[in-house]
């Protein structure tokens, strides 16, 4: 589809769909211009899925992926900061949970990686594809690998190789 009519599409979403994603949003309890602004960080949330486009016929999906992250990003809404009430509790028992953890930060870059990693191991092949699963993702060794799909271990290394090609360029594209 060309970004044209992808764009027509999401304007359609958007008048169709706009005022019960904003009851969705009013219902988790957010006031109108909160509810307005999680409906409309949910399309952007929605846009930036690798498998948005791929939605573009199916409109019901459509609408209910919208109306699961609008659900989501009302409540996130609710629970920031700004708006939450302090726990009372031990401090120093938040402490040692968090000196061991990642930063928000960091999660969500490993997040935005791996949901960048799937989209382009879907533009693979079937059979790549399943080689990148079981190798890089499942952690099989290449014989274990060929031996469940059929193949030679040397016709897996060289796939493997072809396909680590295909999602480095598509990574950098996305980039």
Known sequence: MSDKGFLSWVTRLVLLHRRDLLGVARHQGLAAEDALD??????????????????????????????????NEARNGRRRHHRSRPHLGA???????????PSVEA???????HVTALGC??????????????RLLDELPGEAVAEQLGLTA???AVLLHRAKQQLRECIDERA
């Open 38 to 71: 999680a409906v409309q960080q949910a399309f952007v949330t929605f846009l930036r899925l690798p498998h948005a486009r791929a939605l573009t016929d199916e409109e019901e999906d459509s609408r209910k992926l919208l109306t699961v992250l609008v659900r």
């Open 91 to 101: 401090p120093a028992a938040l402490e040692e949970l968090d000196a061991g953890a």
């Open 107 to 113: 999660l969500i870059t490993a997040a935005e990686a």
């Open 121 to 134: 191991i879907d533009r693979l092949g079937e059979v790549q594809a399943r080689v990148v699963t079981l």
């Open 154 to 156: 040397n016709h897996v």
